[in-house]
């Protein structure tokens, strides 16, 4: 399907096409004051999302006002920005991604960027609407997607998600591999509630060439379960996991902060993402950028910048530039999520607004 980009810009503002000429095409690399570059944005597109997942928001969610959310020509500018400072990955979060309203028309323009500057255009959904839009996401240049996933069970999942929606995320799954779509499932660990399911997600990805990535609960934002309850180390479940499959540590990244093994008895691949039990920020290559302009250096942390208002002040891009790259020099040197420290947030923000 062709998608007609309409410019709807303010008069003075560049179009996104002069935009490189505008920001100076090639600015340099975004390195840190320790040395880390980065080359990895994850930039939310809405807080809104169709399912209501315990661990990460109330039932009773207020979202944004749609005034305070970018546009579709504010996002482009942004991802224009990064491109020309030498970041290459984008992965488009939300919320969930793919409710916001003309999805396509965003990702087609995001596409664009792809061969010119950007490598590699993914994102991480929940799955629930993948069966509608796989095809076309596969056809923009859309290689490689996250899916969450936290069960295989129809009412466990209506549990947590409070929504029965299994049933979509598995054929939107089934959808994406079909359209070519290299899928990776991401299962948040949750003690006493899905740690025993936790083999049959394994075979379950690995059965249909897709990859796994297992995720400690992180301290953000206010949720509507107990923290420390739910916490399960994820050094606990690879010991459990050993005594099952034989896992061989690989020397293997896509650009994130899993740490992977290849399971040999069903040949897949199978990532631990921990933030509580092992910091991984001695390696950070990556930013996020919220669905209202608000760039952290820092999951964990509230250092940044406000880059809605740069975007919306300077239609010459010089207040943008300046933005990110002082954001960048403030970035810290670790995040302050703490396993003790669970039954406080370590952010008042939720995953569903900082992008997930």
């Known amino acids: 399907m062709a998608y007609t980009l309409i410019n709807t810009r303010p008069v003075g503002r560049p179009t996104p ?38 661990y990460c928001m109330p039932e009773r969610m207020t979202f944004l006002p749609r005034k305070d959310v970018l546009s579709f020509e504010e996002l482009d500018e942004l991802v224009t920005a990064f491109a020309s400072f030498g970041v290459d990955k984008l992965r488009i979060t939300g919320g969930e991604p793919l409710v916001r309203k003309d999805i396509m028309e965003l990702m087609a323009r ?22 509608k839009y796989a095809g076309e996401l596969s056809a923009i240049g859309v290689r490689r997607i996250n899916v969450s996933l936290d069960t295989l069970n129809r009412s466990l ?6 929504r029965d929606m299994l049933h979509d ?26 740690e025993q399911e936790i083999p049959a997600l394994i075979h379950f990805a690995h059965e249909r060439g ?15 379960t107990d923290r420390v309850e739910d916490f ?14 034989t896992l061989t540590d690989l020397n293997y990244t896509t650009g994130g902060p899993a ?36 760039l952290y250096t820092c999951l964990g942390r509230e250092d940044g910048a406000d880059l809605r208002d740069a975007l919306r002040a300077d239609p010459s891009g010089g207040l943008l530039r300046e933005g990110i790259r002082g954001a960048i020099e403030r970035k810290p040197k670790g995040h302050d999520f703490d396993s003790t420290r669970l039954a406080s947030p370590a952010s008042p923000r939720t995953m569903s607004h900082t992008g997930g």
Request: net charge positive.
């Open 17 to 54: 096409e002069a935009l490189p000429t505008a920001l100076g095409a090639g600015q340099g690399a975004l390195v840190d004051s320790f040395k880390r570059r980065v080359t990895y944005l994850r930039l939310s597109i809405t807080d809104r999302c169709d399912l209501r997942c315990t």
């Open 110 to 131: 995001f596409s664009r960027h792809l061969g010119n500057g950007l490598n590699e255009l993914t994102l991480t959904t929940n799955g629930t609407l993948l069966s």
């Open 157 to 162: 999942f209506e549990k947590i998600a409070r």
């Open 169 to 194: 995320v598995l054929i939107g799954i089934d959808a994406a591999i079909a359209a070519g779509i290299k899928v990776k499932i991401n299962t948040v660990a949750l003690a006493n509630i899905n």
């Open 210 to 224: 897709a990859d796994m990535t297992l995720i400690e609960t992180m301290p953000m934002g206010e949720a509507e």
């Open 232 to 245: 399960l180390s994820l050094e606990r479940v690879r010991a459990d996991l050993s005594k099952r499959f």
């Open 259 to 294: 740490r992977y093994v290849r399971v040999e008895e069903t040949g897949g691949k199978l990532g631990f993402i921990t933030p509580l039990t092992h910091n991984f920020c001695e390696s950070c290559n990556r930013v996020r950028v919220t669905c209202t302009g608000r």
